[in-house]
């Protein structure tokens, strides 16, 4: 958590800070570690697991349940948090960041370097943000699911966690297109989207129809000055 207080700012300068990880770009992992001290490393992840449950007796499939949480500014996005100089690793920081945020759920795995998968920075707030997905079992996705009210941060930096439907109903918008018209920190919807593209949990004409959506939305609450 990086404390700023949006509301002693006058709105055009809390918009820009709103819109600096639009100028984001992607750097290889060695070059962002290289960056030098004024750079602030934040990590974060994707926790997902194959759930055999279904929605309706059985009609829609969930086929895997997908951890995001509720932040504390009322946007979504994948636990983890700010890794600081100490930590021997960003994924100790990350590690550290999860039993935080979730709780003692998280004891039984470890986010490891074999589980990154990209990093973006913002060069005007000198922020570089890794990017993890973890696989695990549903079992393990599940004590961390009971264990998360227990944890240190829950009630302050952490509102509650909350699964991902993949689905889509009849109606064209319920489910994975509903979900997304939420407000989320930073990049994570992008994020999100290509990581379940790139799992192969969602086909790559779906991924392009619901950014199309989100494009057109971002569009929509733009011009009613939201
Ligand atoms: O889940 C995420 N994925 C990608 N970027 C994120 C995520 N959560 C936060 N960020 C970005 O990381 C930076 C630090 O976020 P913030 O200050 O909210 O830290 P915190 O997550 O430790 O509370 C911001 O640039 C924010 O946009």
Redesign the pocket.
Same mark, same amino acid.
């Given at each position: 958590?990086?404390v700023?207080c949006e509301n002693l700012l006058p709105n055009h300068v809390s918009g820009q800070k709103q819109s $600096?990880?639009a100028t984001s770009n992607k750097v290889e992992l060695a070059e962002a570690l290289a960056l030098g001290p004024a750079w602030r490393h #934040?990590s974060?992840v994707m926790l997902y697991a194959p759930t055999p449950r279904a929605l309706f007796g059985g009609r829609i499939p969930l086929r895997y349940a997908v951890l995001m949480h509720m932040?504390f *500014?009322g946007r979504l &996005? #994948?636990p &983890? &948090? %700010?890794v600081n100089d100490q930590c021997p690793s960003l994924e100790d920081g990350l590690n550290q960041e999860l039993l935080n945020k979730l709780g003692e759920g998280v004891s039984t795995f470890s986010v490891v370097h074999t589980d990154y998968r990209n990093s973006f920075t *913002?060069a005007k $707030?000198k922020?570089v943000?890794h %990017?993890y997905v973890k696989c695990l079992t549903l079992e393990q996705l599940q004590a961390v699911e009971a264990r998360a009210p227990l944890a240190k941060d829950y009630g302050l930096?952490v509102f509650g966690l909350v699964r991902v439907p993949l689905y889509t109903l009849h109606d064209g918008v319920g489910g994975l297109p509903a979900f997304l018209e939420n407000s989320f920190? &930073?990049?994570?919807r992008e994020?999100l989207l290509d990581a379940l593209q790139d799992l192969e949990i969602l086909d790559p004409q779906t991924v392009s129809v619901l950014k199309k959506r989100i494009a057109q939305h971002k569009q929509l609450l733009g011009l009613i000055g939201t």
């Open positions: 958590l990086v700023w $600096s990880m #934040f974060y932040r *500014d &996005g #994948f &983890g &948090g %700010f *913002d $707030s922020v943000v %990017f930096e920190i &930073g990049t994570t994020q």
